[in-house]
Structures are given as C-alpha cells and as structure tokens.
C-alpha cells in the first residue's frame, strides 16, 4: 500500500478522496441517512455534485454522461430503496456495456441481516446486473475498492460495478493510503481483459476478407467503446465494404458516407437488413448478435460466414457460431486487420470483385428508403415529419438522447449521425425513462453543446420530473416530446398482431398538459399541432440556451414504424411500409421469392 497524506481520516474522508483520486468530476446522486456521513466531506470537494429528483434519474445521468465521454459515470445514492431504485440503471448500463459505478450507502455493519430500517442486501440485489460488486466492511478497504470499482467498469468490456459502504465504516478513522498499479492488479488475479486478438485469427479475418464477394461490417456498440470509429473507417474504405451500424453504433460510421447503410434488425432499413440476409461474410465488429439484429437466428445470414471481433470472449459462439473468433479490443484488433490486408495486397493478394454486390445495395438503397405518409391538410402531425424537421435543424455536433419506443426508432431512422458519441439511448435494456436524465447527463459532460432529448409521452411522464434538476443545476437540455397519446410502440403491436384489441395502451393526450407541466419546471414549453409550426418551434428551441424547452409534437396515434420484422420469424419476413410492400419479394433470396 502507498502512504500519501498519511494520517487519520474517516471513510466518508477516504471515500471521497479516493473519487478524486479517479479524476471524478460529477455525481449523480440523492443523500439519506446511510450514505449522509459521505456527503459532508463532498461540501469541501472539487467534485460536482448534481442533487436528482429521483434515485434512478442519478443512475441514467451516469450513464448520458458516460455515452458521451467514455469516461465512468458515478451515481451515490441511500441505502434500501434507494438502492433498488438503481438497479434499472445498473442492468441498463450492464446490457449496453456503459461504464457506471454506483455507491450505495448500507446500515452500519452490526445491524447487517437483522431488517434494520431501509436495509436490503445490494450486493445480492446487484448481483447479476453489474461487473463486479463488493460490500466493504472496513474504512482502511474503502480505497482499494474503489480502485477496483473504476478499474474494472473502464477495462475489458465496460459495465456498471457497485461498492456498498455500511454507515459505521463511512463514519470510523483510517490511514489514507492510495493503491498502486502493482498493488491493483496484484488484488484481482482473475481478472485480465485480453487485448490484442491472435495473430494468426487476424491474418485468417484478413484473407477471407479479400475472399468474399457479398460482404458486409457489421458494426456494433463495441466501436464507440473502443474508441475504434476511425480505425472501423479505415478499414472500410480501405476495402471498399458497405457498413450497417446497429442501435448501439449509430455515429461510429457516418451516416452521410458512401459505404454507409444504417441501421439493421427489426426496425432497421430495408437495405440493411438485407444485406446481412444475402451476404457470404459477416465483420462482426463489437456487436452481440442481438435478437433484434438477427430475428430467427436459424435462418439469419444463412450463407455468411462469420469473423467474431469481442473483447469479451463469453460472446463467441453464444447466438452465432464464428468460422473466425477473435477476442480481442475492436480498435487494436481492427488496426491489425488493416495491416495484415495491406500486407497480403502487397504480396500479390487480390480482392474479389464485389461490383454485382454493390450494384444490388445501391438498387435495394434507392427502391427502399424510408418512407411514410404526410399529413394532409386538416390531418394530425406526422412523428416522422417533426423528426425529419429536427433533423435538418440540429447544431453541429449536437448530442441526441431518446427514450424508448417508435420515437427511438424514427430518431434512429431518420437523423443523420455523422459523429461518434452524439446518439444517446438505451438498446439491451430497453429502458423507458431513459432520455431525459441521460440528456441531462450528457449535457453535464458536454455544457457547450446542443442536447436533444426525443421522447415519447408515455417516457416523460416516467422521469420528467428530472427537469427540475436541469433547471436548478443550470443544464438546459431540448426535448421532442413525441405526444401520440399511446403507448405507441405497444399500440402497434396490438393492431398487428392481437386483433386491434387495444389494452391499457391509451394515456389520453390531453393529461396531464405538457406545456403546464414544463413551464412549472421552469423549462419552456411550447405546444405544436400543425406541420407549419414544426420548424419554427424548433428553431424557437434552438434559440433558448438559459433554459430547457419542451415542444409537445401532438401527433398521429395510428403511425406505426416500418419496416419491421415481427419477433420470432426470419429477416426476410421484413414487412415494409405498404408504399413499397407490393415490391418485398425483390429483397428476399431467391430460394423465399
């Protein structure tokens, strides 16, 4: 252990001292009675704290502020049900790979399993939903677990951890110490993240690479942990092969690139989805097979061969078998990919010619864009529509975050990403509440730039109230409320398939008002009801940066999202907007026309 400013000091002391050790910059977090001894040293802090209005929004802005930094968001809340009230944050962040530690506070270490007032055993609760866990039962162990709590959540496969801190430990005296790198790894012998990839699993990527003839890179939210978007560019161009960027990945290729075409899996575009279908060779770069990407997986890219590229080996082979498995961080791994095709172009290496390849994407891009019906006059205002405007009006470089739901998927859609770390949602998870505190969060990380929360009404009324915390910690976020007056997303899915039996699924879209709503928050609100006064709403936003704004987007309740692939059937069941459904049968392989 290496002494610095030696002495005595309490474990609410070292507690904090030791964040700052780790270049903490903010905390999301709500105080109660056995995390409060933590909370006096915070007052003499350089550390920002952001006081949330509910334990879960601390955990979403932990993980905005992650989304857009790569750096560890940290949420500090109570013991009991203020822990619990993390846990959606926690398996949020475990499902989408994002860096997060939470600290929770636990009754003093004697009344531990008697059901003393607001105890409950986080560490068990937590259990499954982070990296790692540990409950410290000593001050002089405060330092070392929050070391190991910010190492691992950074390293290997980013992830949630959680140290859990009895009130007694917080408020007992200990030497200060700071652990060494010796002293760290030496503490966790299991735990050794592997980097580099096998070199001979490169060179087999790399010439098969050159082999195929229908390829496709299959880029997922492992890019942007990476840190690999330039190198993913790199080898694209370099090889000339079209690029799909999942939920996850959105902004890790850019949307205006050439070899770009969006988004696949169940939502996806038309062209996206296909190309995975029909390829011979998948480039699994960071992304999980996903059951949303894959559909059935028994009949997804029934002719690709696959390369596997993960830093976390427990995903090779878990949904889809490789012929290439590499485990392994994406952008040295990539890097190394790149050398070794150079390398075998050099020696006399020909790629094979995938011009009939390309012409098929373009003809699938230009047959199938995205689509839907506009308002007529009289009629209601199109989501897509109001999506589409703010699109054509965002500032540079800024930051989207979206809840969940048909409003997640036309933003994903229909905004173009053109910059890594600027698309901010919850994929495995599905989380809804999610958009506001992350936008609130991501703006934390980012004050200079524009943040953009789309959501849905059924969302906001879950975690709006997190504008509060935007006002009075001067964080003025945007938000496209998508007011549909329905569960939109379920909505659909009844209609599809459940006879148009509409259960439980309207909100009525006249409670609560959103513009009342937001104005006592202190944000702006402003209400739209025609396609006329979409534009000049959000550009009214876009000129209000001492305050947060809400445009309630009071929209089509019938608007459902296509494409599809209803659950559980193979990708080439793709149902298209019915503008083009009368032309499905040109996307499908030859064998299912």
């Given amino acids: 252990m290496t002494a610095a400013n030696s002495g005595p000091i309490t474990g609410a002391e070292a507690l904090i001292r030791s964040l700052e050790h780790e270049q903490v910059e903010l905390i999301f977090g709500y105080p109660g ?9 915070l007052v003499d802090s350089p550390i920002r704290h952001i006081l949330v209005r509910h334990e879960q929004g601390a955990g979403h802005m932990a993980e905005g502020y992650a989304h857009v ?3 560890p968001g940290v949420a500090m809340v109570t013991s009991g049900p203020a822990a619990t009230n993390l846990v959606t944050p926690l398996m949020d962040a475990y499902m989408d790979s994002i860096p997060m530690v939470g600290i929770t506070g636990q009754v003093p270490t004697a009344a531990i399993g008697s059901d003393a007032f607001q105890e409950c055993d986080t560490v068990g609760i937590t259990r499954s939903c982070t990296k790692h866990n540990e409950l410290v039962m000593s001050p002089d162990d405060i330092s070392m677990a929050i070391r190991q709590a910010f ?36 503490s966790l012998p299991g735990y050794r993240p592997n980097v580099k990839g096998h070199p001979r699993m490169i060179k087999q990527a790399a010439q098969m690479i050159l082999e195929a003839e229908r390829p496709v890179i299959y880029a997922g939210g492992g890019i942007l942990k990476a840190r690999a978007a330039e190198a993913l560019r ?18 890790a ?6 070899l770009c075409i969006g988004m696949p899996g169940m939502h996806g575009n038309a062209t996206a989805v296909s190309a995975m279908q029909h390829s011979d060779l998948l480039i699994a770069l960071g992304s999980r097979f996903d059951d949303r990407i894959t559909g059935k997986v028994d009949s997804f890219a029934p002719e690709a061969k696959v390369i596997h590229v993960d830093i976390d080996p427990a995903e090779q ?18 890097e190394e990919i790149v050398s070794a095709i150079r390398q075998l172009q050099s020696g006399g290496t020909v790629q094979a010619d995938t011009a009939d390849w390309k012409s098929t994407l373009s003809g699938w891009r230009e047959k199938f864009p995205i689509v839907y019906d506009q308002s007529e006059p009289g009629q209601a205002l199109k989501p897509q529509y109001c999506i589409e405007q703010l699109n ?9 975050a979206s809840g969940v739901g048909q409003h997640q998927m036309y933003a994903s859609q229909l905004i173009d990403f053109t910059e890594p770390y600027t698309w901010v949602n919850s ?13 609130i969060g991501a703006k934390a990380a980012h004050p200079d730039k524009d943040v953009w929360a789309i959501d849905g009404d059924g969302c906001f009324q879950m975690t709006g109230q997190e504008l509060v915390t935007a006002t009075l910690d001067d964080l003025p976020i945007k938000v496209a409320l998508i007011n549909n007056a329905y569960l939109g997303m379920v909505r659909q899915w009844q209609e599809m398939f459940y006879d148009e039996k509409y259960s439980e699924v309207f909100l009525n879209g006249s409670v609560p008002d959103f513009v009342m709503w937001a104005e006592s928050m202190g944000a702006v609100g402003i209400r739209v009801e025609s396609p006329e006064e979409v534009g000049p709403a959000i550009e009214k936003a876009n000129a209000i940066t001492d305050r947060s704004v809400v445009i309630e987007f009071r929209c089509d309740p019938s608007e459902k999202v296509f494409p599809m692939v209803p659950a559980g059937v193979s990708n080439d069941e793709l149902i298209l907007h019915p503008q083009h459904a009368g032309d499905a049968h040109h996307l499908r392989r030859p064998e299912n026309r």
């Fill in 33 to 41: 009675g056995c995390i409060l001894p933590a909370y006096d040293p």
């Fill in 69 to 71: 930094t790569g750096r």
């Fill in 151 to 186: 190492h691992i959540a950074r390293t290997g496969r980013p992830g949630p951890t959680l140290v859990d801190v009895p009130k007694d430990v917080l408020q007992a005296t200990t030497n200060w110490y700071w652990p060494s790198d010796e002293e760290l790894f030496s």
């Fill in 234 to 251: 790199e080898l694209a161009e370099l090889t000339d092969i079209h690029v799909v960027t999942t939920l996850m990945a959105r902004g």
């Fill in 253 to 258: 290729f850019p949307d205006d690139h050439p």
């Fill in 317 to 334: 082979g878990k949904v889809r078998r490789p012929d290439v498995p590499i485990v392994g961080d994406a952008k040295y791994v990539i």
């Fill in 392 to 400: 054509e009006r965002l500032a540079p470089g800024a930051i989207v």
């Fill in 427 to 439: 994929g495995g998870l599905g989380t809804m509440g999610f958009s506001i505190p992350a936008a």
